[in-house]
T-cell receptor
Framework: TQLLEQSPQFLSIQEGENLTVYCNSS?????LQWYRQEPGEGPVLLVT?????EVKKLKRLTFQFGDARKDSSLHITAAQPGDTGLYLC???????????FGAGTILRVKS | EAQVTQNPRYLITVTGKKLTVTCSQN?????MSWYRQDPGLGLRQIYY???????DKGDVPEGYKVSRKEKRNFPLILESPSPNQTSLYFC????????????FGQGTRLTVV
């Protein structure tokens, strides 16, 4: 059983559409990170959210940390083919000394 | 350039033949870790090290060994590889503790036949 449940697992959309990826848990995290991974590469950090209710924006990407610090979402506005990749959420546990990862969401944006 | 370097990138080996995957980082990070990535399971931590000569088991340590003799290097050793260790492996380093931003290597795709 995954500590962090990501949904959906797969998402295939047309360029210009909006989408949201969810990351849910019954555990509380001291912080939560979102990574993007392209084929043949390692994950690269997009953002870290720390405070419950926090919202961060990175161009067309909006990240939100739940009030109780148990869940997070990633919303992409007007998706582009360059957004294609695997999106991973990771929560910091054990007093912030360890990261646990969700299984990931594979996003494909078609032009 | 700040980076984590893994070698080799691809490896095909036979059951039981010992192998080592090297990992080196040039960011002076204290924390290093190894993950395996399998479809539908995400990244699972194998071993981690909080500093030189300090290593500890992650969530899936069976069949693996590590060492941390120098701050920059953290090799992963498979003494007797088995087919269930076929996977994509990532080394990562972090400044400070394991919950901080992780910098990942490019991965090693291992196939054990």
């Amino acid at each position: 059983t995954q500590l962090l449940e990501q949904s959906p697992q797969f998402l295939s959309i047309q360029e210009g559409e909006n989408l949201t990826v969810y990351c849910n848990s019954s555990s509380v995290f001291s912080s939560l990170q979102w990574y993007r991974q392209e084929p043949g590469e390692g994950p690269v950090l997009l953002v870290t959210v720390v405070t419950g209710g926090e919202v961060k924006k990175l161009k067309r990407l909006t990240f939100q940390f739940g009030d109780a610090r148990k869940d997070s979402s990633l919303h992409i506005t007007a998706a582009q083919p360059g957004d294609t990749g695997l999106y991973l959420c990771a929560g910091a546990v054990e007093y912030g000394n360890k990261l646990v990862f969700g299984a990931g969401t594979i996003l494909r944006v078609k032009s | 350039e700040a980076q984590v370097t893994q070698n080799p990138r691809y490896l095909i080996t036979v059951t039981g033949k010992k192998l080592t995957v090297t990992c080196s980082q040039n960011m002076n990070h204290e924390y290093m870790s190894w993950y395996r990535q399998d479809p539908g399971l995400g990244l699972r931590q194998i071993y981690y090290s909080m500093n030189v000569e300090v290593t500890d088991k992650g969530d899936v340590p069976e069949g693996y060994k590590v060492s941390r003799k120098e701050k920059r290097n953290f090799p992963l050793i498979l003494e007797s590889p088995s087919p269930n260790q076929t996977s994509l492996y990532f080394c990562a380093s972090s400044l400070g503790n394991g919950g901080a931003e992780a910098f990942f290597g490019q991965g090693t795709r291992l196939t054990v036949v």
